[in-house]
Antibody, heavy 113, light 107 residues
Framework: EVQLVESGGGLVQPGRSLKLSCAAS????????MAWVRQAPKKGLEWVAT????????YYPDSVKGRFTISRDNAKSSLYLQMNSLKSEDTATYYC??????WGQGVMVTVSS | DIQMTQSPSFLSASVGDRVTINCKAS??????LNWYQQKLGEAPKLLIY???SLQTGIPSRFSGSGSGTDFTLTISSLQPEDVATYFC?????????FGAGTKLELK
């Protein structure tokens, strides 16, 4: 069974940093592109980042480019999202996703002073 | 970025009804369109990928159609457990973009 378990969320002040983690199991992690997707409260979904199987290629929308960094450790079947210079508009539930099929339960990030 | 216009935003239907939800892309996305179901407090679940392929384990009452810019998700006979929000995702061009969602409730 595919399982994706996010951690690392919480309350953080504007301008600070936070790192999310995602522990994957139930599939061969190194064979799949992985992604982070977010959903702001009562808002739609936004694709935040994608990383290739080896980690050599990453993709970000303009809204987070230069502030967020996606990375992975295939030996640990883990995905990460380093979020810097956080803004109030980054407040959302962040989902770890196996490419575009399986999603985790999500972790809440609140950016507020 | 490709804009995905999803309609309706809200839908009320009875058990056994045929339900259709639409997504329109602002440009050609071929068949690179997925449909997801999200129940309250749960992770989104993939229903249909690449416009018309049923994900493993999803009931056959769910189906998808379309190509190019216009796509449809159909539930052939609505069941109580289908109460959820449904949204589409285009993955033809980066960045991937979502429809705004359709909240489906029972009448």
């Amino acid at each position: 069974e595919v399982q994706l378990v996010e951690s690392g969320g919480g309350l953080v002040q504007p301008g600070r940093s936070l790192k999310l983690s995602c522990a994957a199991s139930g599939f061969t992690f190194s064979n799949y592109y992985m992604a982070w997707v977010r959903q702001a409260p009562k808002k739609g979904l936004e694709w935040v980042a994608t990383i290739s199987t080896s980690g050599s290629r990453t993709y970000y929308p303009d809204s987070v480019k230069g502030r967020f960094t996606i990375s992975r450790d295939n030996a640990k079947s883990s995905l990460y999202l380093q979020m810097n210079s956080l803004k109030s508009e980054d407040t959302a539930t962040y989902y770890c996703a196996r490419h575009d099929d399986y999603w985790g339960q999500g972790v809440m990030v609140t950016v507020s002073s | 970025d490709i804009q995905m216009t999803q309609s309706p935003s809200f839908l009320s239907a009875s058990v056994g009804d045929r339900v259709t939800i639409n997504c329109k892309a602002s440009q050609n996305i071929n068949r690179y369109l997925n449909w997801y179901q999200q129940k309250l407090g749960e992770a989104p679940k993939l229903l249909i990928y690449n416009a018309n392929s049923l994900q493993t384990g999803i009931p056959s009452r769910f189906s998808g159609s379309g190509s190019g810019t216009d796509f449809t998700l159909t539930i052939s006979s609505l069941q109580p457990e289908d109460v959820a929000t449904y949204f589409c995702l285009q993955h033809n061009s980066w960045p991937n973009t979502f429809g705004a969602g359709t909240k489906l409730e029972l009448k």
